[in-house]
């Protein structure tokens, strides 16, 4: 099934978000293989041209390195792999805050929503096994 | 094969072409356009109706005389040689009727060298179309797919499909699509003429916007949605609204 993609932004960058989330929860795993440019294109149904420029900014981020005629590989660098999770948690939660903000919530509201949202264990789990948006 | 043709010269080049067809008065459908395609690109030729797309295509494919102005493929005029490296599906459909799907395939295999039958019979399959149909038996939209097949088998260095997937179901579509994705080599490039945008804009490396005959814009999709912040789709309708 194709990927999800917004229509507002440019795709290549929204395929390299998709791969970096595959990377950091580790779908593809640190020295792991990655699959090649056209089949991915293919699973997301995108232009390989648009899936090749999502690859060379991972190489360039030093993600994903390039074995020479060989394909591609997860970094090793797990300490890479954690910033950048770090990262996209921050992105996540800043997000999360612009919305509730816009809402009319104050922070100390928030954070004693999400207090009791993760108490409920039923939204626990709930929220555990979502982690895509 | 094809090494004497893949000189400098772009794979296919637009200067300064002009056409008006008889008693149209001074109605040019295509004005003076200018365009150089690269190799291994999906471009979206898109524009509302009557904006000298399939115009355009049909003098790209040597079927009809510009007024004015040239068209070169691999740095040739069209004609037979460009006709090898160029698979063409026109807007409306050419089949005879009384054929079966299977006596097709002999018939285009016989005429195009590039043609693989495997890659035919392949698609037919998925898609579920008997190749012992008879061409009147089938819906518009099986024949459409036959036709698409067809052209898509060839391993040719430009294929210009004009509307490809407007009379198909949405998951014929899919599939399409795919097909154009996997077969896609560096060497070749396809240009598709469209209004169905938001279904193919994933699939495109670029797109060209044509208005009243004239080139408006050729650019890439991300280019578009960086600077516009909006899809090809949404920019499209901006543009030609009414």
Request: charged share 20%; aromatic share 8%.
């Amino acid at each position: 099934m194709a990927w999800e993609l917004n229509s507002d932004r440019p795709i290549y960058a929204q395929i390299l978000e998709k791969l970096q989330v595959r990377i950091v929860c580790g779908v593809y795993p640190p020295g792991g293989w990655l699959p090649s440019v056209r089949e991915l294109a293919a699973e997301a149904s995108v232009n390989p041209n648009t899936m090749q420029r999502a690859f060379s900014e991972l190489e360039r981020s030093g993600l994903v390195i390039t074995q020479r005629n060989m394909g591609r590989v997860v970094t090793q660098d797990t300490q890479m792999i954690e910033a950048v999770k770090r990262q996209m948690a921050v992105t996540q939660t800043k997000s999360f805050f612009a919305n509730m903000r816009q809402l009319g919530f104050s922070d100390s509201e928030i954070i004693s929503l999400v207090n009791s949202y993760t108490s409920d264990t039923k939204h626990a789990s709930y929220a555990v096994v979502s982690n895509e948006e | 094969m094809n090494e004497q043709y893949t000189t400098a010269a772009p794979l296919l080049q637009i200067n300064d072409l002009c056409k008006r067809y008889p008693n149209m008065g001074n109605y040019m459908s295509v004005f003076h356009m200018n365009l150089t395609i690269p190799r291994g690109r999906i471009i979206g030729l898109l524009g509302p109706n009557g904006c000298g797309k399939t115009t355009l295509i049909k003098m790209i494919n040597g079927l009809l005389a510009p007024t004015s102005g040239a068209v070169y493929i691999n740095g040739l005029f069209p004609g037979a040689e460009s006709k090898r490296v160029i698979s063409y599906l026109p807007e409306r459909t050419y089949l005879e009727n009384g054929m079966k799907v299977r006596q097709m395939i002999d018939y285009f295999a016989d005429f195009y060298e590039d043609f693989s039958k495997e890659k035919a019979y392949s698609m037919l399959e998925s898609l579920g179309i008997s190749p012992e149909a008879r061409l009147k038996t089938l819906s518009k939209g099986t024949k459409e797919k036959v036709q698409l097949i067809l052209v898509m088998s060839r391993n040719a260095e430009l294929y210009i499909l004009d509307e490809p997937i407007a009379g198909v179901d949405p998951a014929a579509r899919d599939y399409i699509l795919r097909t154009i994705i996997t077969n896609y080599n560096p060497n070749s490039t396809i240009i598709l003429s469209t209004h169905l945008i938001s279904d193919i804009e994933s699939v495109l490396d670029d797109v060209i916007f044509m208005k009243n005959g004239s080139l408006m814009l050729y650019t890439s999709v991300d280019a578009i949605r960086s600077q516009q912040n909006k899809s090809v789709d949404a920019y499209f309708r901006e543009v030609y609204a009414c």
